[in-house]
């Protein structure tokens, strides 16, 4: 009956944040490494993380802990600014009008939850901030995005006057006369689009409202980065950069997806469009990075054990008792060698983890979680979830079955290394990669014989692999000859050549 308990209790941990209540989140954050610290700086920073990394979670238990030290957060989801998924992406209205809306909205929300803190809570001289909150306000109405573009005004009108006489005592007879004139006179200026922003006294507003709040940090929270339209993304930036980054007293945090983010845009005298990762925004941290477990096997190993022992453990009913430690935990809830493969198969995804672990349970009924049952769940999940968010992308799905046939197939790997430049060139390397169908286990490897060409290495996803043997599409687990990729220091064996071993792309199939 314990057993039973205890695979329930991970079966109802929540797949997401956003649904959970800030109380929970915060009590149940774990952090990776030394994460809480870099998150806790003052320093304006870019969070980076595929979906469901945990960047959401990390917002909030942010958000929680400054303003337990006496700080004002303001959290915002840019996914529910203005109409993020409306006129945001209509490429028919002009990218000056869509950057405008997008602005003004994104200070009204500030504004707001600046009003509802301030409502609510003692953050500083009231009177003194509700003036610099209407400062605010009116700021917003000023900001406005310019476009010079090609554009053709016509103006034009006609008018026409009619008479008519009626006779009577005989049959309706009529005299009429129609006069019309127009006009149209027409005017054409063209040239490149360049944006530029007007903010007018809005930096003098946002001073107004740190003075207002004395020694409190105002913490900016940005959430769903990557849900605003990529041409509209630098100018958003752009206010940031002019605006509130240079504000004393301001701190922000951006929590986006790498390749599915735009911060800059180049100008045509050398100037740029946006925030310069690493000079305007003080450090870029992926989350990608942390918990890949053959790279951080311990430290893995340790935040997801305390992860579910966080979530599960305080859904047990009471007669089964809290375990006394998340090590604990995990020894009740997985056979030998199991908990190892389930943070193996999460690819340092928490969600992943989340879910997996759930149909893993659900596989073992009352039993502990054994290596098969891992196993299959990491399947079923790939099955479900990570191939279906590429089912109408022929070519992602292409391109998958490819690299499954040269790497697996012929190589007998899971993993494989790429020219830089011509992964980039490759579109479907990104999807795969957003879709945590293929993960990033080391950046920029050097070749020392030709030190000016950069590689990547990549795992194909651990449920992709797996469901191969379940299948009987592989008659043995392969050896990885590839696996120093995986090795914390990644460092190739003797004799081997990044030249002659790296993918060739072109060869599988087109850009």
Known sequence: ?????????????????????????????????????????????????????????????????VERTGDVAVYLDLRTIGSAGGMYGDVAVSASTRGTHLLVDTLEAVHEELLTAASERDIGDETKLLEALDTLAEAATVVEVVGQVEQETRVGGSASTEHGIELSHRPKAGLSSRETFSAESRTRRTGVERHHIVFGPLSRALRGITRALGQRRLWLLLDEWSSIPLDLQPLLADLLRRSVLPTAGITVKIAAIERRSRFSEPGAAGDYVGIEVGADAASAVSLDDFLM?????????????????????????????????????????????????????????????????????????????????????????????????????????????????????????????????????????????????????????????????????????YGCYVSLLIDGELSSRPRDKGGWLASPKSVPPDGFSLTREALDLTKLGPP
Not at 17 to 34: C, F, K, N, W
Not at 317 to 331: C, I, L, M, W
Not at 356 to 368: D, G, R, T, V, Y
Request: positive net charge; charged residues 25%; glycine residues 4%.
């Open 293 to 461: 477990f053959d790279q951080q096997r311990s430290g893995a190993r340790e935040f997801f054990a305390e992860l579910f022992f966080n979530h599960a453990s305080s859904r047990l009913p009471s007669v089964v008792g809290k375990p006394a430690s998340a090590e604990a935990f995990v020894e009740d809830l997985f056979r030998r060698n199991a908990f190892n493969e389930l943070v193996r198969a999460a690819e340092g995804v928490p969600r992943d983890a989340i879910n997996i672990a759930a149909l893993a349970a659900q596989h073992a009924h009352n039993e502990p979680i054994a290596m098969a049952d891992v196993r299959r769940a990491a399947r079923d999940w790939y099955m479900r979830d990570k191939q279906t968010a590429i089912s109408e992308n022929s070519s992602a799905r292409h391109m998958l079955r490819l690299l499954v046939d040269e790497v697996v197939g012929r190589r007998r790997s899971r993993t494989f290394v790429v020219d830089q430049l011509a992964c980039m060139r490759h579109e479907t390397i990104d999807e795969l990669y957003d879709a945590r169908l293929l993960h990033v286990l080391k950046r920029g490897i050097v070749d020392h014989k030709t030190p000016g060409t950069l590689y990547d290495g990549f795992a194909i996803d």
């Open 1 to 65: 009956m314990r057993q039973k308990h205890l695979n329930q209790a991970l079966m109802r941990i929540p797949r997401r944040a956003e649904s959970t209540d800030r109380y929970t989140l915060a009590s149940t954050y774990v952090a990776a490494g030394s994460f809480a610290a870099m998150l806790h700086s003052a320093d304006h920073q870019i969070l980076y993380g595929r979906r469901g990394t945990g960047k959401t979670h990390a917002l909030h238990f942010l958000s929680d802990l």
